[in-house]
C-alpha cells in the first residue's frame, strides 16, 4: 500500500494547481515543491504533468465506472404500502481511490458510497443485510423509523444477517451509514451511501445526480489525506458529468467526511437553489453550500449558458486533494 501523507499529497498536487487552468488555486512555493515532488514518483507521475481536465487528470478508472453512484434510480409515483427490495452486503474490499493509492475499505456491495437506496415516501423500505466482512456492522437510516430497525442496537456480526423493515420517511435526502463502535472508524472505512425518499408530490422531472462527499485517511493518522465526491480523486474533472443547458438539473448531495467537521460544494460562474435536508419549503439561492457530517441537501439548478462549469469544496486544500470537478453543459 502507498505511503501517502497529508503534506506529501499537498507537494504532489502542487504542479496541478498552478496550471493554467487552475490559475486561481496556484500554491505557493510551487518550484521548490514541484522539485521535491519530482521525487515522489509514483504521485509525481500520476499528477505532476497533469491538465486538470480530460485524460490528465489524476482519477482512477473508466468513463462509466461510477455511473450507478451517480445516476440515481428513477423517481416512482407515490403508492402507499408498495415494496422497495434492497440487498446489502458488507465486505472488506481494498480500493484504489487514486492513480496508485490504495484504501483498505469497509464497503456495502464493494463500492464506496455504497449504492443509492431510493423510494418514496410511504413505501415499505426492506434492506436485507448480510455481514460478509471482517467486523461487526449495522445499517444505521436516518428518516423516521422504529428504533428496533435503527441500527444501533441489533448488531450484526461477521456472518450474520438482519433485514430492515420499515415505512420510507419523510420525503428528503438522507444518508444510511454503519452505526457500530467504534463509530469514526466505521463510517470512515466506507460503510455510508445516498437514501433519497421521494415526496408524494413529485419533484418536476430532472437531470438526477447524486454526490457523496467523503474524505480517505491512507496512513491511519487520523486526517484525511484524499477527499472525493463519489468516491474517487478528480474523477469528474477527468470525466466532466455531461448536462443540457436551461434543463433543471438535480444534485442529491450528502457529507459523509470524517475528521474535517464540514465539507462544501462551490459551483462556477452560476447559481443553484439549495434545499437543506431535501425537506420543506426552505430553498436557499446561492453558489456555495456548506454540510457538516451527516448533514445533505437538494441542490436544482438549470444552467443558463453552455461551457465547462467547475465545481469543487471551497476548502482549496480539499480541491487540491481531489475533491474538484466540472460540467460540461451543452445544448
Ligand atoms: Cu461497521
Ligand atoms: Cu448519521
Known amino acids: 500500500m502507498a505511503k501517502v501523507?497529508?503534506?506529501?499529497?499537498?507537494?504532489?498536487?502542487?504542479?496541478?494547481a498552478a496550471a493554467p487552468v487552475l490559475g486561481k488555486l496556484a500554491f505557493e512555493g510551487d518550484a521548490a515543491a514541484a522539485d521535491r515532488t519530482a521525487h515522489h514518483a509514483h504521485h509525481a507521475a500520476a499528477l505532476g504533468h497533469a491538465a486538470m481536465i480530460g485524460a490528465g487528470a489524476p482519477a482512477?478508472?473508466?468513463?462509466?465506472?461510477?455511473?450507478?453512484?451517480?445516476?440515481?434510480?428513477?423517481?416512482?409515483?407515490?403508492?402507499?404500502?408498495?415494496?422497495?427490495?434492497?440487498?446489502?452486503?458488507?465486505?472488506?474490499?481494498?480500493?484504489?481511490?487514486?492513480?496508485?493509492?490504495?484504501?483498505?475499505?469497509w464497503t456495502y456491495n464493494g463500492t464506496v458510497p455504497g449504492p443509492v437506496i431510493r423510494a418514496t415516501e410511504?413505501?415499505?423500505l426492506r434492506v436485507r443485510f448480510a455481514n460478509a466482512g471482517s467486523h461487526p456492522h449495522t445499517i444505521h437510516f436516518h428518516g423516521i423509523h422504529p428504533t428496533n430497525m435503527d441500527g444501533v442496537f441489533e448488531i450484526v456480526d461477521s456472518g450474520g444477517q438482519f433485514i430492515y423493515e420499515f415505512e420510507a420517511r419523510p420525503g428528503g435526502m438522507h444518508l444510511y451509514h454503519c452505526h457500530s463502535t467504534p463509530?469514526?472508524?466505521?463510517?470512515?472505512?466506507g460503510l455510508y451511501g445516498a437514501f433519497i425518499i421521494d415526496p408524494k408530490e413529485p419533484r418536476a422531472p430532472a437531470q438526477e445526480l447524486v454526490m457523496v462527499m467523503n474524505g480517505y485517511d491512507t496512513d491511519g493518522d487520523g486526517e484525511n489525506n484524499l477527499y472525493t465526491v463519489n468516491g474517487r480523486?478528480?474523477?469528474?474533472?477527468?470525466?466532466?458529468i455531461r448536462v443540457k443547458r436551461s434543463e433543471l438539473v438535480r444534485i442529491y448531495l450528502a457529507n459523509a467526511t470524517?475528521?474535517?467537521?464540514?465539507?462544501?460544494?462551490?459551483?462556477?460562474?452560476?447559481?443553484?437553489?439549495?434545499?437543506p435536508t431535501g425537506t420543506g419549503d426552505n430553498w436557499e439561492y446561492t453558489d456555495i453550500v456548506v454540510q457538516a457530517q451527516g448533514q445533505r441537501g437538494v441542490l436544482e439548478i438549470e444552467?443558463?449558458?453552455?461551457?465547462?462549469?467547475?465545481f469543487h469544496?471551497?476548502?482549496?486544500?480539499f480541491t487540491e486533494l481531489g475533491w474538484m470537478g466540472f460540467f460540461d453543459v451543452v445544448d
Not at 444552467?303 to 467547475?310: S, W
Open 5 to 16: 501523507t497529508r503534506r506529501n499529497l499537498l507537494l504532489a498536487a502542487a504542479p496541478i
Open 60 to 105: 482512477v478508472g473508466g468513463p462509466h465506472d461510477l455511473d450507478a453512484l451517480l445516476h440515481p434510480p428513477p423517481a416512482l409515483p407515490y403508492e402507499p404500502g408498495r415494496l422497495r427490495e434492497y440487498t446489502l452486503t458488507a465486505l472488506d474490499k481494498e480500493i484504489e481511490v487514486a492513480p496508485g493509492v490504495f484504501f483498505p475499505a
Open 122 to 124: 410511504g413505501d415499505i
Open 183 to 189: 463509530l469514526k472508524k466505521h463510517i470512515h472505512k
Open 233 to 240: 480523486t478528480f474523477y469528474y474533472a477527468r470525466y466532466p
Open 258 to 275: 470524517e475528521f474535517d467537521l464540514v465539507n462544501s460544494l462551490h459551483l462556477h460562474a452560476d447559481f443553484f437553489r439549495y434545499q
Open 303 to 310: 444552467f443558463a449558458q453552455t461551457g465547462t462549469f467547475m
Open 313 to 317: 469544496a471551497h476548502q482549496s486544500e
